[in-house]
Nanobody, 115 residues
Framework: VQLVESGGGLVQPGGSLRLSCAAS????????MHWYRQPPGKEREWVAT????????YYADSVKGRFTISRDNPKNTVYLQMNSLKPEDTAVYYC?????????WGQGTQVTVSS
């Protein structure tokens, strides 16, 4: 099983990034997918969720209206489009795959928002 995040980097405030998470080793379409993040010196926090069947989406209040989660099942990939980035969005971003009781984590990708 692998979850490999990519697309992180350094961006100025107000800028955009799109994170990708490529999955392998399990039936991607059957899993609910999430993005979490861990800001420096803080606890890991949930960011967004997309369900497996209905593709319903849910967001933390701190990112609602700025971030969009989506998935491409044929490509076994989940995305996080991040717009209007703020310095407080600086964190390591992780994708996770969830199908109770199984939970897989990626290794994370760094996003730094700074001028």
């Amino acid at each position: 099983v692998q979850l490999v995040e990519s697309g992180g980097g350094l961006v100025q405030p107000g800028g955009s990034l799109r994170l990708s998470c490529a999955a392998s080793g399990f039936t991607f379409s059957a899993y609910q997918m999430h993005w979490y993040r861990q800001p420096p010196g803080k606890e890991r926090e949930w960011v967004a969720t997309i369900t497996s069947s209905t593709r319903s989406t849910y967001y933390a209040d701190s990112v609602k209206g700025r971030f969009t989660i989506s998935r491409d099942n044929p490509k076994n990939t989940v995305y996080l489009q991040m717009n209007s980035l703020k310095p407080e969005d600086t964190a390591v971003y992780y994708c996770t795959a969830d199908r109770h009781p199984t939970y897989y984590w990626g290794q994370g990708t760094q996003v730094t928002v700074s001028s």
